[in-house]
């Protein structure tokens, strides 16, 4: 069983299709983050063509000054939502600063919102690491998955110490930084993600099919010298703990 703890169905477009195929034949359970509300309700949509699919609720930092609506609005999802995603704060590649404090209102009123129904947050953290770090420690939380970590190894080391669970994606294998940071994650916290299909393309030039969680996996066995089998009965056992 492989599960892709971080993904982004809508941004396959055409080749949904061929994506939720690629899902359901290699039994990929997949948790499909949102940018936004109109995101998330394609993400419902895809979830009904597979049992492997989870729709997330989250407003993505890019999407975050967009929002327009009442925060209020957001609580419904919230609650449906099983885990939150994707949410979290962006300083480098959003470069548009009157955004932040959009970006900072929506992700402090979902992060406050989801610790009260005590449900577990994927977090974009770019540039933002030890501002993040500092909403969950002040909260004493540790439900939170960080996805694609790329910070201050010292900021890392205490998000570990705080407990959260972590995605490496699929940059391993490319980027010594991300050999740097897999160093670091426990095992028993440890997650893989692929982040949508042009994650992949950023990295190689490869559009990314979900079956490239595969690869991803194969990779952090081979960094990691365990076997294949054990790391997937970890990710399991790691991804079990989350959603029950
Ligand atoms: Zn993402």
């Known amino acids: 069983m492989h599960i892709d703890a971080h993904t982004h169905l809508d941004f396959f477009?055409?080749?949904?299709?061929?994506?939720?195929?690629?899902?359901?034949?290699?039994?990929?359970?997949?948790?499909?983050?949102?940018?936004?509300?109109?995101?998330?309700?394609?993400?419902?949509?895809?979830?009904?063509?597979?049992?492997?699919?989870?729709?997330?609720?989250g407003i993505h930092p890019w999407k975050a000054a967009e929002y327009k609506g009442s925060l209020e609005n957001l609580i419904s999802y919230i609650e449906e939502s099983e885990i939150i995603?994707?949410?979290?704060?962006?300083?480098?590649?959003?470069?548009?600063?009157?955004?932040?404090e959009a970006q900072r209102r929506i992700f402090n009123f979902i992060l406050e919102e989801s610790i009260k129904r005590n449900k577990y947050v994927s977090i974009h953290t770019k540039g933002a690491e030890e501002e993040i770090y500092n909403a969950l420690k002040r909260n004493n939380y540790n439900k939170a998955i960080i996805h694609w970590y790329s910070g201050e190894i010292s900021t890392l080391e205490k998000y570990i110490k705080l407990g959260c669970y972590f995605t490496v994606s699929v940059d391993i294998g490319y980027c010594d930084k991300a050999n740097e940071v897999l160093d670091k994650i426990p095992l028993s916290k440890l997650l893989i993600e692929?982040?949508?299909?042009?994650?992949?393309?950023?990295?190689?030039?490869?559009?990314?099919?979900?079956?490239?969680?595969?690869?991803?996996?194969?990779?952090?066995?081979?960094?990691?010298k365990i076997e294949l089998d054990d790391l997937l009965r970890s990710i399991e056992e790691n991804y079990l703990k989350i959603i029950n």
Do not use: H, R
């Not at 359970?29 to 509300?37: E, F, H, P």
């Open 13 to 57: 477009k055409e080749n949904i299709e061929k994506a939720i195929e690629d899902i359901n034949e290699n039994e990929i359970l997949t948790l499909a983050n949102s940018m936004d509300i109109e995101s998330y309700i394609k993400n419902k949509g895809y979830s009904k063509q597979s049992k492997f699919i989870k729709p997330c609720f």
């Open 85 to 100: 995603g994707e949410i979290g704060l962006d300083y480098v590649w959003v470069e548009d600063i009157s955004t932040y």
């Open 194 to 224: 692929t982040d949508g299909p042009t994650a992949l393309e950023w990295v190689n030039g490869e559009y990314g099919y979900p079956s490239a969680i595969i690869d991803v996996a194969k990779k952090v066995s081979d960094y990691k």
